[in-house]
Nanobody, 124 residues
Framework: QVQLGESGGGLVQAVGSLRLSCAAS????????MGWFRQAPGKEREFVSA????????LYADSMQCRFTISRNSSKNTVYLQINSLKPEDTAVYYC?????????????????WGQGTQVTVSS
C-alpha cells in the first residue's frame, strides 16, 4: 500500500513560480510511476506530467512541456513539480498519483493511488 501527500500549493501572482511536492510512504518499487494531474473548477482532471520512480524517465502533456518540470528524490520518497511563469489558467487542484509501470500515463483511471490534492491559485 502506498500513501501520497501533496504540499506546496498556495496563492501566487501570475509569472511567479511554485514547487509542489508529493511525499510517498509505504511500499514503492522501481517499476512504479508517479504522475501529476490537475483539475480546475468545472473541468475534467487533466494529465500534467509523469516520472518513473527509479529510472527518471519523464513524460509531459504537450501543453506543459515549457513551464513544468517533474523530478524526484528517491532517497526522500518525494516527487516534485516545478511550475514557472504561472498563469491564471493554471489555477486548479493539483494531485499526485501512483501506478505500476510506465505506461498509460495520461489516463487518470489507470492510477491506483492518489493524494488529497493541493490548491494552486494564480492571481492576475
Amino acid at each position: 500500500q502506498v500513501q501520497l501527500g501533496e504540499s506546496g500549493g498556495g496563492l501566487v501572482q501570475a509569472v511567479g513560480s511554485l514547487r509542489l511536492s508529493c511525499a510517498a510512504s509505504g511500499r514503492t518499487f522501481s517499476s512504479y510511476a508517479m504522475g501529476w494531474f490537475r483539475q480546475a473548477p468545472g473541468k475534467e482532471r487533466e494529465f500534467v506530467s509523469a516520472i518513473t520512480w527509479d529510472g527518471g524517465n519523464t513524460l509531459y502533456a504537450d501543453s506543459m512541456q515549457c513551464r513544468f518540470t517533474i523530478s524526484r528524490n528517491s532517497s526522500k520518497n518525494t516527487v516534485y513539480l516545478q511550475i514557472n511563469s504561472l498563469k491564471p489558467e493554471d489555477t486548479a487542484v493539483y494531485y499526485c498519483a501512483g501506478k505500476w509501470f510506465f505506461s498509460e500515463l495520461t489516463n487518470n483511471h489507470r492510477y491506483g493511488y492518489w493524494g488529497q490534492g493541493t490548491q494552486v491559485t494564480v492571481s492576475s
